[in-house]
């Protein structure tokens, strides 16, 4: 048999037995910087294979919405509507639907331009601009066909960016394929131990101070990560409406001319969060009743994601079509405002359903004091707030830290009242209250007077002496052996 070495011709190593330096430099020094670099070439290529494969994922998509675009101008290009009204029903088609609008999200350290995540629909409204630019200031006989071209011509710049893309991404990959690093390797046979959390901790802290001297640097970038993921705190419980959002929610309904104005005397107002903002004030005004107020809130919450999606021309192109009588855009936007409102106002009824059954007394648990045995009474013992008995003093300190409203209801002897103050309290802190009530002594148990001359009496009393046989170990009890 003959065993073929050749692939560890590949092998990347940080090896300094052949290694030589001039005198004057630092051999170790050299060999850090060295290993250093190959660290940093090898994350680097990998970081560009991820972002390669994340812009063809992209890039499909756009592809895919190009298409749509096109067949849509082609199969009204005989039409003698203009080719406007067909290009902003298909840009709304593709923002009607957020969730297959939305672009991917990048993989972790993978990062775009972008400020905020592209939609498909933005995109297709800045490629019809650029297409719009192309033939601006001319007054072309046929302007289907000039957007077919136009459009065309982008699509082919598209898929001549995913050739170059797709080229560059086997190359990178081929490369990769050729390097054995530490990373690749496994051991068939292995010892391996579960680190303690304080080792784990340790060893994350003097990896991340001399990360210039690993070998594997993958671990102390998981390690960042996670940490980041642990700190970045987004919850959608905190986003609010801005004051710029409440001025153009109180702008009367259907006063598209006023909207109009308003988005373009403050632009900043087409912002995501300002949606966001609007959609949620939406849902705390359906929750308090206000049904009119919240409608308006989604509706103009919504009119500005639609100009928002539709790129730069997008929001006189709306305005001008919605305000189209018995246009498909009114009718298309008219339906997204009724289920949105629908939703919200649904989601709300739920919540507030929750609420009625959880403000309910019979169904919030509580803590009550109650005795077990019925012939057991529960007293109450204040402590005297004078006594100089230690054991007193200590059960008067503990009295003294109660709430009024509990101090009085001890004072008053009654189980009733005390149980009153528990049931306000949550289940935590009644729990807390009684293990105080029995530290300080101020709660005993006294046993009922039996009358035996009734039937049900003697009963109860031959119970009780029943019971008192068994705990001595009589006959007909458990027997308890002494030494």
């Given amino acids: 048999m003959v065993l073929d070495y050749s692939k560890w011709d590949a092998l990347e190593l940080s090896d300094d037995s052949d290694i030589e330096v001039h005198p004057n430099v630092d051999k170790r020094s050299f060999i850090r910087a060295k290993q250093s670099q190959i ?191 642990e700190d970045d705190d987004d919850d959608p419980a905190n986003v609010e409406i801005s004051e710029l959002g409440k001025q153009f929610a109180r702008i009367r309904p259907g006063d598209y001319r006023a909207y109009q104005q308003f988005i373009s005397e403050h632009p900043q107002i087409i912002a995501e969060k300002e949606t966001d903002g609007l959609l949620v004030e939406a849902f705390n005004s359906q929750l308090k009743g206000q049904e009119d107020y919240a409608r308006q809130c989604v509706h103009q919450g919504l009119l500005l994601q639609y100009c928002r999606s539709l790129g730069r021309d997008g929001i006189q192109l709306f305005f001008t079509r919605i305000t189209t009588k018995d246009h498909r855009a009114a009718t298309l936007f008219s339906n997204d405002v009724n289920d949105t409102y629908h939703r919200i106002k649904s989601r709300a009824a739920e919540l507030s359903k929750e609420k009625s059954a959880s403000n309910d007394p019979a169904g919030v648990e509580q803590i009550q004091l109650h005795a077990v045995d019925p012939s057991t009474k529960i007293t109450i013992n204040i402590p005297a707030a004078n006594s100089e008995e230690p054991t007193e003093v200590e059960s008067r300190k503990i009295f003294d830290t109660f709430p009024a409203d509990l101090q009085k209801a001890l004072e008053s002897e009654s189980l009733d009242e005390v149980n009153k103050v528990l049931g306000k309290m949550s289940v935590e802190e009644a729990e807390v209250v009684v293990e105080q009530l029995g530290d300080g002594g101020m709660l005993s148990l006294e046993q009922g007077i039996v009358d035996a001359t009734t039937a049900e009496g003697q009963k109860k009393l031959a119970e009780l002496e029943a019971e008192g046989k068994q705990e001595v170990g009589e006959p007909g009890g458990d027997v308890t052996e002494l030494d």
């Fill in 39 to 229: 660290h940093q070439q090898r994350e680097q290529r990998r970081h560009d294979i991820k972002t390669l494969k994340y812009e063809r994922i992209i890039n499909d998509g756009l592809l895919s919405r190009i298409d749509k675009l096109l067949e849509s101008l082609k199969k009204h290009e005989d039409s003698s509507a203009s080719p406007d009204e067909f290009i902003f029903q298909t840009i709304m088609e593709f923002a009607s639907n957020p969730a297959e609008d939305q672009a991917p999200p990048p993989p972790e350290g993978v990062h775009t331009h972008e400020k905020e995540q592209p939609k498909y629909s933005q995109m297709m409204g800045a490629l019809v601009d650029q297409v719009k630019k192309e033939f601006e200031g001319s007054t072309p006989d046929n302007l289907f066909k000039e957007y077919i071209q136009g459009v065309g011509g982008h699509k082919e710049k598209v898929q001549g960016l995913q050739k170059e893309l797709l080229a560059r991404l086997a190359q990178l990959e081929k490369e990769e394929g050729t390097k054995i690093t530490s990373d690749g390797l496994h051991d068939g046979f292995n010892t391996s131990h579960v680190a303690k959390s304080t080792d784990k901790g340790k060893a994350a802290a003097s990896a991340q101070e001399s990360s210039t001297e690993l070998l594997n640097p993958g671990a102390v970038n998981q390690a960042s990560a996670a940490k980041a993921g």
